[in-house]
């Protein structure tokens, strides 16, 4: 099992590039979530979908777009990348409440992007 | 609303010693509680969690945190320090699933590091 794949690992964009980061999973979740961690600032939740065709805002979404293909994608994009935007980006997924409840893991991470934007 | 507050962006300890990394609570609902690892390039593991069971829960590696409402804390802690332990740990609360409060807030970390 692969269980949640961001792709790409590395990327290095110039000021007002645009890009997608992909995240897709396998283990049937209905969530899933777009963090972004900074040092000294935690993880903080961009954009969640809590199904298959919705989307919400969380707490920093100024500058991003969101796309829930389908059940096992999450995209991630930066229209006009900004410096501010340098960051490491987390997909996570979590199963619905009740399956939640019966695992041993809330969030499940993907291994990160780390984007750098110049 | 909520949040998790980490005491000490640093802790440094050695060998054998007693880890205890600090987590304070704000929560309008009753919470669930959560504590994370990040070792270097890795995403995030989930070490131990809490909801509403019992309040000393214990979780892989050997570390356990308790729930004290009055305190509103989950510190974590590890009786001895092993240098595999050195890394990032994170805190996280959410509230009961079902009433839009399920999303995870994450505290700003506490980097773990352990010397011989």
């Known amino acids: 099992n692969a269980g949640v794949t961001q792709t790409p690992k590395f990327q290095v964009l110039k000021t007002g590039q645009s890009m997608t980061l992909q995240c897709a999973q396998d283990m049937n979740h209905n969530s899933m979530y777009w963090y972004r961690q900074d040092p000294g600032m935690g993880l903080r939740l961009i954009y969640y979908s809590a199904s298959e065709g919705t989307t919400d805002k969380g707490e920093v979404p100024n500058g991003y777009n969101v796309s829930r293909l389908n059940k096992r994608e999450f995209s991630l994009r930066l229209e006009s990348a900004a410096p501010s935007q340098t960051s490491v980006y987390f997909c996570?997924?979590?199963?619905?409440?009740?399956?939640?409840?019966?695992?041993?893991?809330?969030?499940?991470f993907g291994s990160g992007t780390q984007l750098s934007v110049l | 609303a909520q949040s998790v507050t980490q005491l000490g962006s640093h802790v440094s300890v050695s060998e054998g010693a007693l880890v205890l990394l600090r987590c304070n609570y704000s929560?309008?609902?009753?919470?669930?509680l959560f504590w994370y690892v990040q070792y270097p390039n890795q995403g995030l593991q989930l070490l131990l969690k809490?909801?509403?069971?019992?309040?000393l829960v214990k979780g892989i590696n050997g570390f356990e945190a308790e729930f004290k409402k009055s305190e509103t804390s989950f510190h974590l802690t590890k009786p001895s320090a092993h240098m595999s332990d050195a890394a990032e740990y994170f805190c996280a609360v959410s509230g009961p699933f079902g009433i839009g409060n399920d999303k995870l807030i994450f505290g700003t970390g506490t980097r773990l590091q352990v010397f011989p």
């Open positions: 996570a997924t979590a199963p619905d409440p009740r399956g939640a409840e019966l695992t041993n893991e809330k969030l499940f």
């Open positions: 929560s309008s609902v009753p919470p669930y």
């Open positions: 809490y909801t509403s069971a019992a309040t």
